[in-house]
C-alpha cells in the first residue's frame, strides 16, 4: 500500500481499455480516478451524500503518466483529500501496480471539486459532516 494514501481500491483492467500500443489508454485513468473519488467518498462520509440532491462537481483535473499499464496488472487507485477549501475540496489520486511483490507508481493526478447543490445548480458550502468526516479520516 502507499503510505501517504489510506484509501485504496483494486482496479479491473478490461480488455476495452486496452489501445494499439497494447497498454491502458491515457483516457481511462479519469475513469479509474472517478471510481477512487466514489468509493472514497462514499466510505468516508459514510453514505451521507443524497447523489440526487448535493454532491461535488470536477471543475480540473490533471494527470501525469509515469509507467504504462498492461491487461493482466494488478492495479490499485489511491484516493486523498489533500486540500479542503470552504466550497471546493483537492482530491490526490495514484494508480499503481504490483510488480514482483514492488508498487510501481503508473500515474498519479489531482482533481478540485466543487461542492454543488445539484436541485439549484449552484455551488454550496461543503456540509460541515462532510469535512469533519474527511479530516477525521485523513488526520488519523
Not at 21 to 34: G, K, M, P
Not at 53 to 62: P, W
Not at 112 to 128: G, H, Q
Request: hydrophobic letters at 40%; one cysteine or more; glycine letters at 4%.
Amino acid at each position: 500500500m502507499n503510505p501517504t494514501y489510506k484509501h485504496r481500491i483494486p482496479v479491473q483492467i478490461r480488455f476495452n481499455d486496452i489501445d494499439r500500443l497494447n497498454h491502458v489508454n491515457n483516457a481511462c485513468y479519469h475513469s479509474f480516478f472517478e471510481l477512487g473519488r466514489v468509493k472514497y467518498f462514499n466510505e468516508i462520509l459514510n453514505r451521507n451524500i443524497d447523489w440526487t440532491k448535493n454532491g461535488f462537481v470536477l471543475a480540473r483535473t490533471e494527470i501525469d503518466h509515469i509507467h504504462p499499464i498492461f491487461l493482466n496488472d494488478e492495479v490499485y487507485c489511491y484516493t486523498k483529500v489533500i486540500k479542503l477549501g470552504t466550497k471546493s475540496l483537492t482530491v490526490g489520486n495514484v494508480i499503481s501496480k504490483i510488480v514482483d511483490g514492488n508498487i510501481i507508481e503508473c500515474a498519479k493526478g489531482i482533481g478540485v471539486l466543487v461542492a454543488m447543490d445539484y436541485i439549484t445548480n449552484s455551488s454550496i458550502t461543503i456540509p460541515e459532516l462532510w469535512s469533519k468526516n474527511i479530516e477525521d479520516f485523513e488526520n488519523n
